[in-house]
């Protein structure tokens, strides 16, 4: 092996490094070298979800993209599954010693840089959070509260029993609108497809459970929040984010025209750009 070809493998060696963490609720690639960005990706996906911005982003910033238990080739934790997560990433910053992070967080990951912001506001940047919303189960249940939501639901129950090819079929449905780039659909669709079947029907539970309308008034960092506009009237998307994020004052809201929830896959080159800018 020549000088050249050493060379070649070190500074590959420096730019990207993929392995479990420490923390074993969490798969971590770290990529480029610069500021540090934490690149969380939602529900059942994996950190492939941020491929295309993390070529471009690389370039100034070391990128640190997380995949978590349950999902693509991660093994699954036991249970609580959401608040494992939330402790581990917190953790993960302070043995890394990452100096004031930004993190761009995808529905379920917006609503975990959220939660950590909420916490320790003073240890992060800035926020960028996709199609993410503070309480999911806010969206969904009337006159919301955590207590309401169970883990021995029927549609849990339902779906822990549901065999391969209608759980298949139900994933192909919900990835078609989820995205509207027909070639990351059976993308989305595999993510939920291949992922621990547990974590997929509990994981999701503590999702809705977790409610972080009130706490996010202790966040001064500046978020912006990116909230997709397809499937329903601007208005209507408009007065949820407005009620859902009445309570954290340094904020701006975009909203996306003709986008579905997978914003990075539907405006591709307009979300690159716009991530670019907001991180300058």
Known sequence: MNTLQKLTIIVCMIISFTGISQEKSFQ?????????????????????????????????????????????????????????????LS??????????????????????????????????????IVDGLPSIGALMIPNFSSDKVTYDNPFAKQQLAMEAEPFKQMATQMAAGMTLNKEKQPIV????????????????????????????????????????????????????????????TKKEIIYVNDSAHFIMFDKQDWFINQVQKLIK
């Not at 540090?36 to 070391?62: A, I, M, Q, R, Y």
């Not at 930004?102 to 912001?117: D, E």
């Not at 939920?192 to 972080?212: F, H, P, Q």
């Open 91 to 128: 953790t993960y910053v302070v043995r890394k010693k990452l100096q004031k992070p930004t993190i761009i967080g995808h529905s379920m990951g917006g609503s975990l840089a959220l939660w950590l912001a909420s916490a320790k506001p003073e240890s992060y940047k800035k926020l960028i």
């Open 189 to 248: 669709a595999n993510w939920m497809i291949k992922a621990d079947r547990k974590t997929y029907v509990y994981g999701y539970v503590d999702l809705m459970k977790l409610d972080l309308r009130e706490t996010i008034q202790n966040i001064k960092i500046p978020v912006t929040i990116m909230a997709a506009v397809s499937l329903y009237p601007k208005k209507q998307v408009q007065e949820l984010y407005t009620k859902q994020y009445q309570k954290l």
């Open 28 to 88: 971590v690639e770290v990529i480029g070298k610069g500021d540090p960005v934490l690149l969380f990706p939602g529900f059942s996906c994996t950190g492939d979800v941020w491929d295309e911005t993390v070529k471009e982003l690389s370039k100034n910033h070391e990128c640190h993209v997380f995949t978590f238990a349950g999902f693509g080739n991660v093994p699954a934790i036991e249970s609580p599954w959401l608040e494992t997560i939330k402790n581990d």
